[in-house]
């Protein structure tokens, strides 16, 4: 049951160059998606997110892309930094009838950034 | 910065054991958590818990796990009889909910379970 997938396991991006993480999902009712980056012996650490309704959100130097017709988001960092070598998770919320808000995992991918 | 702190770090237990994880969420958050990470795997949910109940479960999470809020700032996760492939780490989480969309979880560093 893969409803949020992140097909590229790693990835290495020079500094100050645009790093582009990409995740599809397969449910079409999910009302949220997340980034999160993780770093080792640490917990997810929350990035960005974006509304269903939405197709961009940018904060800083991240922004994420919405395509609800591909079911595909992408988050772009830019410029790259080495702080911003991690592994960064893309998630998925759905909102139960008590207002919770499950999230699903994407597998993650390693982002190293090369000084 | 207010975060989600969980103890032990680490725990080391005998197959069969029972184990009880601890989380003291963020203080005014209404929504607490429970997800594991196995080794090389996704971070999965287990459990949601508001108002002093469990709101929503996963399939992963039967009749050996369970949750309680025993006061007013813990939260735990109780897992009785554990086996080999309850090792993983355990990462609780807390939101603030209040019905908007989208209010993120904030996550504690995790504890990593080892079954021996």
């Known amino acids: 049951d893969q409803q ?60 994420v892309f919405l395509n609800k017709s591909a079911k595909h988001l992408s988050l772009h960092i830019v410029p790259s930094q080495p702080g911003d070598s991690a592994v960064y998770f893309c998630a998925a919320s759905s909102i139960s009838n008590f207002g919770n808000e499950k999230l699903t995992f994407g597998t993650g991918t390693r982002l190293t950034i090369i000084p | 910065e207010p975060e989600v702190t969980q103890t032990p770090s680490h725990q080391v237990t005998q197959m069969g054991q029972e184990v009880i994880l601890r989380c003291v969420p963020i203080s005014n958050h209404l929504y607490f958590y429970w997800y594991r990470q196995i080794l090389g795997q996704k971070v999965e949910f287990l459990v949601s818990f508001y108002n002093n109940e469990i709101s929503e479960k996963s399939e992963i999470f039967d009749d050996q796990f369970s949750v309680e809020r025993p006061d007013g700032s813990n939260f735990t996760l109780k897992i009785r009889s554990t086996k080999l492939e309850d090792s993983a780490m355990y990462f609780c989480a807390s939101s603030e909910g209040r019905g908007r969309v989208g209010t993120e979880a904030f996550f504690g560093q995790g504890t990593r379970l080892t079954v021996v």
């Open chain 1, 4 to 63: 949020v997938k992140q097909n590229s396991p790693s990835l290495s991006v020079q500094e100050g160059r645009i790093s582009i993480l990409n995740c599809d999902y397969t449910n079409s009712m999910f009302d949220y998606f997340l980034w999160y980056k993780k770093y080792p012996a640490e917990g997810p650490t929350f990035l960005i997110s974006i509304s269903s309704i939405k197709d961009k959100n940018e904060d800083g130097r991240f922004t």
